[in-house]
């Protein structure tokens, strides 16, 4: 069946503005996770949606990082005013019981 | 905090020349250990979770095992396609507490 799927899969952009990625998780996950992975770094969490409930946004590095999930399934990352140091792979997981299963990944190249 | 660390940071292998990979934990009560594949460009890939000491679990040539501090990625015989990038990964909490490795940059020479 289908995968985690992300766009896009590429996204230079210059500092100062914003960018959006998304996530389309698997259908029925009802868990959705975004890491953020760069170079000799391990995956570091930055937000996880459950259902219904409100999100746990304790990764977030700073409030310039927002994320929503619209109808329990896509979800949005936001970055606004962005810096040199927001210059990583985002990764986008999905979870059914226990097991995460990612997505190819935005990089993200800020100029 | 739990943490993660993963051992050698690189290993290069010769066609067939098995090895394990270690992964050394600290948790404040282990739910669950996973390892994941992840190749150049790509997301991590599922391989294995394990949830108690003394577990194993195999796939191909790969075969994990867990104790109460550290886990093996054991792999025989590898073959170049095995090259990659070998992540682990435990929860301790909720699901969310997931922590990960640097991983282990495997490279098997043909």
């Known amino acids: 069946g289908a995968g985690v799927s992300q766009s896009p899969s590429n996204k230079v952009t210059e500092k100062g503005k914003d960018v959006e990625l998304r996530c389309d998780p698997i259908s029925g996950h009802t868990a959705l996770y975004w890491y953020r992975q760069s170079l000799g770094q391990g995956l570091e969490f930055l937000i996880y949606?459950?259902?219904?409930?409100?999100?746990?946004k304790s990764g977030l590095p700073s409030d310039r990082f927002s994320a929503e999930r619209t109808g329990g399934s896509v979800s949005t990352l936001t970055i606004q005013r962005t810096q040199q140091e927001d210059s990583a792979v985002y990764l986008c997981?999905?979870?059914?019981?226990?097991?995460?299963?990612f997505g190819p990944g935005t990089r993200l190249t800020v100029l | 905090e739990d943490q993660v660390t993963q051992s050698p940071e690189a290993l290069r292998l010769q066609e067939g020349e098995s090895s394990s990979l270690n992964c050394s934990y600290t948790v404040s009560g282990l739910r669950g250990l996973f390892w994941y594949r992840q190749d150049p460009g790509k997301g991590p890939e599922f391989l294995f979770t394990?949830?108690?000491a003394g577990e194993e679990k195999e796939k191909e040539r790969l075969k994990a095992t867990l104790t109460k501090k550290e886990s093996f990625l054991h792999i025989t015989a590898p073959k170049p396609e095995d090259s990659a990038t070998y992540l682990c990964?435990?929860?301790?909490?909720?699901?969310?507490?997931?922590?990960f490795g640097i991983g282990t940059k495997l490279q098997v020479i043909p």
């Open positions: 997981a999905s979870r059914l019981k226990d097991t995460q299963y």
């Open positions: 394990l949830y108690s």
């Open positions: 990964a435990v929860y301790s909490g909720g699901y969310q507490k997931v922590t």
């Open positions: 949606f459950q259902g219904n409930s409100a999100p746990d």
